[in-house]
């Protein structure tokens, strides 16, 4: 399978812990896309990495929240001192960037409850 | 600021049956509007891409189209089947500025087939 891999899938836990989310683009996407979706609404963009620069990030990235795209492939999307309000489905996304054209992809997400 | 909204929130019909789906945006300065599919607790599947300089797309019994100046755009589904049934969203890519790279989605529109 060539899609957009993320993983955990699902992930619990308490108020207060660190979580980690892996994302596995299509191979050859340089452009990589974190969006976060709660119950009801559409996706929100978080962040985006063209190959292994972070070339926007959204006001909802608060301090706590860090990604990292280290060699332009995977990336990491890890929220310290998690709250209740981060419980969500994080979407991983990637395109392939030509021109402006660049339909995205989207992986099956990862969601975290914290309790 | 780009708003989406999808009407409506919810649509129930019988297999067989022609649908439609509506997505209105407020901005028509858009470059590009992607329509998905999304399974309860899944990611998204992208269904169609329109750039701004087309007027419609098509795959298979599926066929949307973008009115960029009324900030329209409808997805036609032909013979539904219960297979369809998912949450349909719909997302603007805006034309150039700031956020030029985030897409802005809908709430989606929740349809049943019903067998």
């Known amino acids: 399978d060539t899609g957009v891999s993320q993983d955990p899938r699902h992930k619990i836990t308490k108020r207060g812990q660190n979580v980690t989310f892996r994302c596995d683009p299509i191979?050859?996407?340089?452009?990589l896309y974190w969006y976060r979706q709660t119950l009801g609404q559409g996706p929100e963009f978080l962040t985006y990495?063209?190959?292994?620069?972070?070339?926007?990030k959204s006001r909802l990235l608060s301090d706590r929240f860090s990604a990292e795209r280290p060699k332009g492939s995977f990336s990491t999307l890890e929220i310290q001192r998690t709250e209740q309000g981060d419980s969500a489905m994080y979407l991983c996304?990637?395109?392939?960037?030509?021109?402006?054209?660049?339909?995205?992809?989207f992986g099956e997400g990862s969601r975290l409850t914290v309790l | 600021k780009q708003e989406v909204t999808q009407i409506p929130a919810a649509l129930s019909v019988p297999e067989g049956e022609n649908l439609v789906l509506n997505c209105s945006f407020t901005?028509?300065?858009?470059?590009?509007l992607q329509w998905f599919r999304q399974d309860p607790g899944k990611g998204l599947t992208s269904l169609l891409l329109?750039?701004?300089?087309?007027r419609e797309q098509t795959s298979g019994r599926l066929n949307a189209s973008l009115d960029k100046s009324s900030g329209r755009s409808t997805l036609y589904i032909a013979a539904s089947q219960p297979g369809d049934s998912a949450t349909y969203l719909c997302?603007?890519?805006?034309?150039?500025?700031?956020?030029?790279?985030?897409?802005?989605f809908g709430k989606g529109t929740k349809l049943s087939v019903i067998p």
């Open positions: 329109i750039q701004s300089s087309q």
């Open positions: 990495f063209q190959n292994e620069a972070q070339l926007e």
């Open positions: 997302a603007v890519r805006p034309y150039s500025g700031a956020g030029s790279y985030q897409l802005t």
């Open positions: 996304a990637s395109s392939r960037w030509t021109g402006r054209t660049g339909e995205l992809f």
């Open positions: 191979s050859e996407h340089n452009r």
């Open positions: 901005d028509s300065a858009i470059y590009n």
